[in-house]
């Protein structure tokens, strides 16, 4: 076979191309610590890699996500801690001021401190984060939730919004709860119905809290009104259901202070004193409007507090009806208080679960992201000197044969 001198060359000079090319691939790599520089490298490899750097992209917006969202609720369950400590201390003074040593002058210290603990309690209810943002608004971060009604109570200017982050794939966390849901209602279950007198009763009568019977009865949730007549020396009451249409009336009943009334057929109430024809009493479910309020709870109680009772029995005992009333309401909102912060410490919990699992899976996205791409150093080193001898070889051996014809041979 006859090699011409140019095929020679041809090849020779080819040889050195393609190890100079593998010199150069591999000193890009060792220079940027990356194995795939361009897609024409590995195409394979390339592709795993665009889907490993994206999936590694989400980690690191939802490690982001909960960072946020775990902050948020860390501040609201901190928050909600402090309303469920002022509440108790509310509770606290209610009780004491049922107390029938204290004059009127000792219950008007209550009702102020009561103001103070009211005060507070509105603070809470419009706590912010540093940005600006109020924890109990909804929607409406940037709106203070509450403000003072005319009258009594508050007004809600938020909304029922719950703001959520996209913290897994398939998982979304609230990161907030209502001033609505928190203050301003009361759940079915876990709370009691609240009782009352109506504040225009002439009578001593008392009204006690309801206590359930049979807790299987659907007309426990029902709203009744308790009517006195006969005489004074007689008394005999009528027991209402309003929540049925038409609502009914039961027959006159003589009244004993020592025998509960029942109430549909799984609910009793004790009333005691001497109530007046003409005294009406209620016992409504702890879900009603007028008890679901703390702020007008409280705001209720303390202008009981304030009213003079002392050496008159009827005031006494309107004084009274009012303190049971609104301590069962509010101990009512108390509960509902701790359902929501113990529903906050659940999603913290659940977030610092993610964020494990998450850092777990981020890093080890990364190590194969890092595999597939890096470059193994003892390897490229190794290729690199090889091919480098290799091209310096071929170097010196063209320089020495490209020198060699038949005629140097011959001549010499």
């Known amino acids: 076979m006859r090699i011409s001198t140019s095929q020679f060359y041809n ?9 100079q090319s593998q010199l150069a691939t591999y000193y890009q790599q ?8 361009t897609p024409a490298d590995n195409p394979l490899a390339a592709a795993q890699a665009v889907q490993l750097t994206m999936v590694s992209a989400s980690y690191s917006q939802y490690t982001t996500n909960q960072n946020a969202a775990l902050t948020s609720l860390q501040l609201e369950d901190k928050t909600l801690s402090s309303v469920t400590g ?24 209550i009702a102020k401190a009561l103001q103070g603990y009211r005060d507070q309690l509105l603070t809470l209810a419009n706590t ?3 940005a600006g943002n109020y924890v109990f608004s909804g929607f409406q971060a940037t709106t203070q939730p509450f403000t003072n009604a005319t009258g009594g109570g508050v007004n809600y200017h938020g909304d029922d919004g719950i703001r959520e982050a996209q913290v897994a794939d398939t998982r979304q966390v609230a990161t907030n709860d209502s001033g609505s849901s928190v203050f301003l209602s009361v759940p079915s279950v876990g709370t009691t119905p609240v009782s009352a007198g109506n504040a225009a009763n002439t009578g001593t009568g008392t009204i006690g809290r309801a206590s359930i019977t049979n807790p299987v009865v659907t007309t426990n949730g029902h709203s009744y009104s308790i009517a006195f007549g006969g005489t004074a020396a007689a008394p005999t009451y009528t027991v ?47 879900t009603a409007p007028q008890n679901s309020s703390m702020f007008s709870t409280l705001d209720s109680m303390i202008a009981a507090l304030q009213q003079p009772v002392s050496n008159n029995p009827a005031a006494q005992a309107t004084l009274s009806n009012a303190l049971t009333t609104g301590l069962s309401a509010f101990q009512n909102s108390l509960t509902n208080v701790t359902v929501v912060q113990a529903s906050v410490g659940g999603r913290e919990q659940e977030l610092q679960a993610l964020q494990t699992t998450t850092q777990t899976n ?3 996205t990364k190590s194969d992201l890092a595999s597939l791409t890096g470059v193994d150093m003892v390897s490229a080193i190794s290729n690199f000197e090889l091919t480098q001898n290799a091209l310096q070889a071929a170097q010196q051996s063209f320089v020495k044969i490209q020198g060699m014809s038949l005629f140097q041979y011959i001549g010499g």
């Open 11 to 19: 090849q020779n000079i080819q040889t050195m191309d393609n190890e």
């Open 30 to 37: 060792l220079s940027s610590g990356t194995a795939l520089t």
């Open 362 to 364: 981020s890093l080890q």
């Open 240 to 286: 209402t259901d309003n929540t049925v249409v038409p609502p009914t009336t039961t027959a006159a009943t003589a009244y004993n202070a020592n025998t509960p009334i029942p109430l549909g057929a799984g609910m009793q109430v004790a009333i005691t004193g001497a109530p007046n024809p003409g005294d009406t009493f209620s016992v409504t479910p702890s």
């Open 86 to 109: 002022t509440m108790q201390a509310i509770s606290s003074q209610v009780v004491r001021a049922g107390d029938g040593s204290l004059n009127d002058s000792d219950r008007a210290s």
């Open 128 to 130: 912010s984060d540093g």
